[in-house]
């Protein structure tokens, strides 16, 4: 999506560094990612609380939550999940901007734009969690029925059914959610955060 050529970056006073020391954190991006039913949305929550109870400045936006608000207007083909994933990107980036930790929770299927969303938010800030659960595993989770719709054709292009899955490459973190509890998987990523 290109901008019009009369529209002109203004420039701050407050930068981004001077939100961070003023909230005594660093802004940066937590971005889960993983198949429907792998433990995003419930690991993104338990990290979000500890870093809460530390004292951390946090906010965790959500795909199902997102998907009734901003994105709200955009479907589940290719083009609109990429719409999807750009609008959130600029959004944690503009929230990392205020010194934020952001969480974001979301299937985010691509890896061109997971790519486009690191380089919206950039790399220093840009944590990539890759939620790693086997499909029959997060069938088996399934408490919105949703695998079983898309497997009787009631949901197209439904991730890991109709519509593949790339699993991130090299993410900052890999998190086996079949293989460890949640407070394991909590620690891991609250360690590497450390």
Request: some cysteine.
């Given at each position: ?21 003023a ?8 971005w ?121 054709g ?13 699993a ?7 998190v ?19």
């Amino acid at each position: 999506m290109k901008s019009s050529e009369h529209v002109v970056i203004q420039d701050y006073r407050i930068q981004p560094e001077d939100r961070e020391k003023a909230l005594g954190q660093r802004g940066q991006v937590l971005w889960f990612t993983g198949l429907s039913g792998s433990g995003k949305s419930t690991l993104a929550n338990e990290v979000e609380t500890a870093l809460h109870r530390q004292g951390k400045h946090t906010f965790l936006l959500d795909g199902d939550n997102l998907r009734h608000g901003l994105n709200g207007d955009l479907g589940f083909s290719e083009a609109a999940r990429t719409e999807n994933i750009r609008r959130v990107a600029e959004v944690a980036n503009l929230m990392a901007n205020a010194g934020l930790i952001v969480l974001t929770a979301f299937v985010s299927p691509f890896e061109a734009d997971r790519k486009k969303a690191r380089d919206i938010i950039g790399v220093p800030r840009f944590i990539e969690i890759f939620v790693d659960c086997p499909l029959a595993v997060c069938e088996s989770r399934d408490v919105k029925g949703l695998y079983a719709k898309a497997r009787q054709g009631l949901i197209p292009d439904f991730t890991g059914i109709s519509s593949p899955f790339e699993a991130p490459t090299h993410p900052t973190l890999h998190v086996h959610t079949y293989q460890m509890d949640l407070a394991a998987c909590r620690n891991l990523i609250l360690d590497h955060l450390a």
